[in-house]
């Protein structure tokens, strides 16, 4: 069992940068890739960024390519999720989730799921 838990959500204008982290508990943490994945008003959730279980491979939507970095502390049992260069299209509630060992963009290889941190994005 892993129980996730996200922060560093906020308000931030266009433009600027927000670190969200995603704090894990459990001593399987190592064992699992981590994913990001988001969902904004009236839109169906989607991927954002996966990170393998060691952190050697990752992963990027097309939408945030070159602006957001996934990272992960093993030994602090959290991912990370810088965000620079927001726009407000970002805007949405971003999720963290634990699954297949390698990391995915897909949804159905997380098992584990965070309750989510609001991320709002000024014009």
């Known amino acids: 069992q892993v129980q996730l838990v996200e922060s560093g959500g906020g308000l931030v204008q266009a433009g600027g940068s927000l670190r969200l982290s995603c704090a894990a508990s459990g001593r399987t943490f190592s064992s699992y890739g981590m994913g990001w994945f988001r969902q904004a008003p009236g839109k169906e959730r989607e991927f954002v960024a996966t990170?393998?279980?060691?952190?050697?491979?990752?992963q990027y939507a097309d939408s945030v390519k070159g602006r957001f970095a996934i990272s992960r502390d093993n030994a602090k049992n959290t991912v990370y999720l810088q965000m620079n260069s927001l726009k407000p299209e970002d805007t949405a509630v971003y999720y963290c989730?634990?699954?297949?060992?390698?990391?995915?963009?897909?949804?159905?290889?997380?098992?584990?799921w965070g309750q989510g941190t609001q991320v709002t994005v000024s014009s």
């Open positions: 990170v393998g279980w060691n952190g050697d491979y990752t």
């Open positions: 989730a634990a699954g297949r060992r390698f990391g995915s963009y897909s949804e159905n290889e997380y098992r584990y």
